[in-house]
T-cell receptor, first 112, second 115 residues
């Protein structure tokens, strides 16, 4: 049982490049989330999904897009990367909004 | 609106001593409160939660937290700290009246247990 798997684990991008981060969960969870973690800022919610085919904006959605075409996958896209998007990105999933969230191991992204 | 504050960036405690990591919150409705722990280069792991019921909640690894409505606090505690408890701890809250709105996390408190 893999839980929540994030791909890739590390990436270096040049300013203006695009990329997609993939999150996959095998727990049949309805809710999925993308967070970014920055020193001194804690975890900030980028986008989330309450079910297949749905997405919603979180606290810091600008510069990111998401899709949830399949229940088990939640993709985070950066269309034109900026240095301010250098961060560690975490995906998480939960069965319900008040149940325990399971986190992936993170993706360390550097934009130069 | 919902928010959570962890007033201490760093907590240092000697092994064997009790530890407390502080958390205060603000919500319009009913608070649903969570604690997570993050070890180096790992994702967050769930420790415990308060939804309703007994104000003292017991969780994983011997941790517990006490919900105090009058002080709007949810401090994390452990009677006897271990070196292996050294990690980054996050408090999180959501407003039970806010529909599907996800958790809001605090900035984290780094716990260092010294042998």
């Amino acid at each position: 049982n893999a839980g929540v798997t994030q791909t890739p684990k590390f990436r270096v991008l040049k300013t203006g490049q695009s990329m997609t981060l993939l999150c996959a969960q095998d727990m049949n969870h309805e809710y999925m989330y993308w967070y970014r973690q920055d020193p001194g800022m804690g975890l900030r919610l980028i986008h989330y999904s309450v079910g297949e085919g749905t997405t919603a904006k979180g606290e810091v959605p600008d510069g990111y897009n998401v899709s949830r075409l399949k229940k088990q996958n939640f993709l985070l896209g950066l269309e034109s990367a900026a240095p301010s998007q250098t961060s560690v990105y975490f995906c998480a999933s939960s069965l319900g909004v008040n149940t325990e969230a399971f986190f992936g191991q993170g993706t360390r992204l550097t934009v130069v | 609106a919902q928010s959570v504050a962890q007033p201490e960036d760093q907590v240092n405690v000697a092994e064997g001593n009790p530890l407390t990591v502080k958390c205060t919150y603000s919500v319009s409705g009913n608070p649903y409160l969570f604690w997570y722990v993050q070890y180096p280069n790992r994702g967050l792991q769930f420790l415990l939660k308060y939804i309703t019921g007994d104000n003292l909640v017991k969780g994983s690894y011997g941790f517990e937290a006490e919900f105090n409505k009058s002080q709007t606090s949810f401090h994390l505690k452990k009677p006897s700290a271990l070196v292996s408890d050294s990690a980054l701890y996050f408090c999180a809250v959501r407003d039970g009246w806010s529909g599907n709105t996800p958790l809001v996390f605090g900035k984290g408190t780094r716990l260092s247990v010294i042998a």
